[in-house]
């Protein structure tokens, strides 16, 4: 096991959420913008993704990973208090897969809410019809968040219109979660691997601008950075992000000192500090990115390269490609979070300290 810590700068401040009047649709959320009133206790949560087989549905490794993660539920202290569920549920999507990975995870979300990052094969049609089933999505995610079928009143915001129920965020206990489409529709010509569309940046930069959580974490699909495992570079200045829109989001993210961005889509687990050695124009201290795709899906090679283009992680390469999923605790003082394999066993540990 590898234990690393990581000092980076960031702000302990009180809980708040300020409520952008005309923006966001609110749903579920009581009078106060706080969803817990356990302010400053340690709590936790569970990220995992991309559970797609390699033919047509659900890969059956995701099963065996769902009575892993419970049992953490039923054993910690923190119990996790919710998941995350970084997208690709299915090789195709619809109401058919989207339902069928439904049952599958509710051994785990009869017990805490999970929720759902949508990822570019959730809108799959088939190869005839390509994006075609945003609107299913949607319909799965108002469900889940209109009728509490989830999330209950966990003061979520998202953006308005039938459009907008993949993109989110609440308080949980004085921290921000924010969650992104990085499929919004309909996406520009040729961004096949995705996309941040302006209304999405916005919405993250009100949200980091304008309240004052003690820590703060974005989720996506399609990492802003990788290694070209879905030829998804588009020009060497972007070191190893798709493209500029995939920067002008990470700007937000750098200015705002988020303590980690989760991501999937690559089939597997990787962390990088994204700072300046990545590019001079990001801050010395950094932001981490995870990347959580090992949910069943066929692995992808952590090591990849595009001609003389490499994007490193700062794991070890040989705890990339494993089944597994990521539980995250949070204290006032520091973000830490541990790996563990569709085994339970606890691959590694990593220790964001705030200052």
């Not at 970084?86 to 195709?92: F, I, L, N, R, S």
């Not at 200045?237 to 920067?247: H, I, K, L, R």
Request: glycine share 10%.
């Amino acid at each position: 096991m590898e234990n690393i810590s990581v000092m980076l700068r960031g702000r302990v401040a009180i809980a708040a959420f300020v409520f952008l009047a005309g923006i966001y649709a609110s749903t579920g959320c009581p009078e106060a913008g706080v969803c817990s009133g356990n302010v400053g206790r340690p709590f936790s949560f569970i990220v995992f993704g991309d559970s797609r087989d390699n033919v047509s549905g659900v890969s059956p490794v995701l099963t065996r990973l769902v009575q892993t993660m419970a049992a953490h539920v039923d054993g910690d202290k923190p119990a996790p208090s919710f998941a995350v569920f970084m997208g690709d549920a299915a090789t195709t999507g619809g109401p058919g897969n989207l339902k069928l990975w439904d049952n599958i995870t509710s051994g785990l979300s009869t017990k805490i809410p999970v929720l759902f990052v949508k990822g570019n094969h959730d809108i799959y049609g088939g190869s005839s019809n390509g994006f075609s089933l945003d609107g299913d999505f949607q319909e799965f995610q108002k469900e889940r968040l209109d009728k509490g079928v989830n999330i209950n009143s966990r003061c979520v915001q998202r953006l308005p219109g039938n459009s907008g129920y993949s993109a989110f965020s609440f308080i949980w206990d004085g921290s921000l979660f924010v969650i992104l489409d990085t499929y919004d529709m309909p996406m520009p010509d040729h961004q096949y691997n995705g996309w941040v569309s302006s209304r999405q940046r916005d919405m993250l930069g009100r949200e980091l601008d304008n309240t004052t959580p003690r820590h703060k974490f974005v989720f996506y699909h399609t990492p802003a950075f990788d290694n070209a495992v879905h030829n998804n570079i588009g020009k060497s200045e972007y070191m190893g992000s798709w493209s500029a829109d995939f920067m002008d989001m990470w700007k937000v993210i750098d200015k705002n000192a988020v303590d980690i961005v989760f991501s999937g889509h690559s089939h597997y687990y990787a962390r990088r500090k994204i700072d300046s050695t990545v590019n001079s124009g990001w801050s010395k201290n950094g932001v981490l990115q995870v990347i959580s795709g090992g949910a069943g899906a066929p692995f992808n090679d952590p090591q990849s390269c595009m001609g003389s283009f490499c994007f490193k992680y700062d794991n070890p390469p040989e705890i990339s490609k494993i089944y597994h999923f990521i539980i995250v605790t949070v204290t006032a003082e520091k973000v830490s979070y541990k790996l563990y394999d569709v085994n339970d066993k606890q691959i590694e540990e990593y220790v964001i300290s705030k200052n």
